[in-house]
């Protein structure tokens, strides 16, 4: 048999190659997916709502998701700045700053500067957003 007929093609092994191979190829049939999340026990108190559709959009990283859940689990008027994200997470804050930016992309984040009386550049207001929808200010 000459070679290449028949023959299969090589197995990639490298990490990169897995996951690509992993995220495009098609969904199986439900019965042949694998194992489901189980849970030991749920929450009773002291926990967040966040809808599905903002924890399982695609275009997010799971580290702008992370932090999408993370702002959204403090309550409104909550006094947040940069520094206070990055001292949260071990990440960093180059890491931080790349995930609010990704936030504000898909329209998740809004920042709203202030700018006093006089010109000077006072607090930023973190506002959270449902990309979907207008934006309408409380």
Not at 91 to 115: K, N, P
Request: charged letters at 30%; a positive charge; glycine letters at 8%.
């Amino acid at each position: 048999m000459p070679k290449g007929i028949g023959a299969s093609a090589p197995i990639s092994n490298t990490p990169s190659d897995q996951a690509f191979s992993t995220r495009c190829r098609p969904r199986p049939p439900v019965s042949e997916r694998g194992r489901s999340v189980r849970r030991a026990t749920s929450p009773t108190s002291r926990f967040s709502k966040i809808a599905h559709r903002w924890s399982r959009d695609e275009r997010l990283s799971w580290k702008a998701r992370g932090l999408l859940a993370w702002l959204n689990s403090h309550a409104p008027g909550f006094r947040i700045s940069e520094k206070r994200i990055v001292c949260a997470a071990p990440d960093g804050r180059d890491a931080t700053r790349t995930a609010i930016r990704e936030l504000e992309s898909h329209g998740y984040l809004v920042r709203e500067r202030e700018r006093g009386s006089d010109g000077r550049l006072g607090g930023v207001d973190y506002i959270l957003c449902e990309p979907w929808a207008p934006l309408v200010l409380q």
